[in-house]
């Protein structure tokens, strides 16, 4: 399917005092309309149809002790948040979507172990595209989502030189709610190889490539900085 509209994010954070803690506020606006490949069978959508307004305002707080905001080495980030989408703030429907993930990075000699944890939940009456799925190198997006979606995923990044990596990973995520329970959910699974060059020293940016296979096909993916958001 394809989506035709607007789209709009705003959002303000907020550093508690000299801590690595910071809260913040965001609202997103979506005005879409999906259109559907005309040589398939038209598919069973739910009561909000093809075009629907979203408007949802949201809170959330985030922990940040990593030591590079573009490819770390160190330490931890953690992130909670909560969007409620209401027709008081404009939007057709009323639903909530929510997401805690965390990440963190080791280092070891000229080794970097990196792990992430990424849970999204949903509730109420949310369109079709707004419902949560596994975000992963080597899954494709949207393919595998529900009302609950877990995910989590390793990174080995051997720095073999002062301006080359190479990289490994691998990870397993699950979407579970309204057409499945989560005993009965599908686990997929990824993994790939990736090469890194460090493009910026000072600002210690790294970039490069990364072949990813998942459960389907074989993906490509061009890195700058971390492949984790």
């Keep these: 399917y394809n989506l035709h509209g607007w789209i709009s994010t705003q959002s303000v954070m907020r550093r508690l005092g000299e801590s690595e803690n910071f809260v913040g506020a965001r609202w997103l606006y979506l005005d879409l309309e999906a259109s559907f490949d005309s040589s398939r069978a038209e598919p069973v959508l739910p009561p909000l149809g093809r075009a629907v307004r979203s408007s949802g305002l949201g809170v959330f707080f985030e922990h940040d002790s990593r030591d590079n905001f573009f490819t770390p080495s ?10 409620f ?5 404009g939007s057709d429907s009323k639903y909530e979507i ?27 009456d949310m369109p079709f595209y707004q419902l949560p799925y596994v975000e ?9 989502q529900d009302e609950n979606v877990g995910l989590v995923e390793a990174e080995l990044r051997w ?11 691998a990870g397993s995520g699950r ?3 309204s057409s499945t329970s989560f ?26 490539v990364d072949l990813a296979r998942g459960p389907e096909e074989t ?11």
Excluded at 77 to 82: I, M, R, V
Excluded at 85 to 89: G, I, L, M, Q, T
């Design 85 to 89: 989408y209401s027709p008081e703030f």
């Design 219 to 229: 993906a490509i993916y061009i890195q700058a900085g971390s492949a984790w958001r």
């Design 175 to 177: 979407a579970w709610g």
């Design 159 to 169: 720095n073999f030189s002062s301006r080359w990596a190479l990289v490994g990973f």
């Design 98 to 124: 929510y997401r805690a993930q965390v990440f963190g990075y080791l280092p070891w000699k000229s080794f970097v172990l990196g792990g992430r944890f990424d849970t999204r939940a949903a509730r109420g």
């Design 136 to 144: 992963m190198r080597g899954i494709p997006a949207v393919r595998y």
């Design 183 to 208: 005993s009965d959910g599908e686990t997929v699974s990824a993994w790939g190889v990736g090469v890194r060059r460090l493009v910026a020293r000072r600002l210690g940016i790294y970039m490069g």
């Design 74 to 83: 160190r330490g931890w980030k953690g992130y909670l948040e909560a969007m």
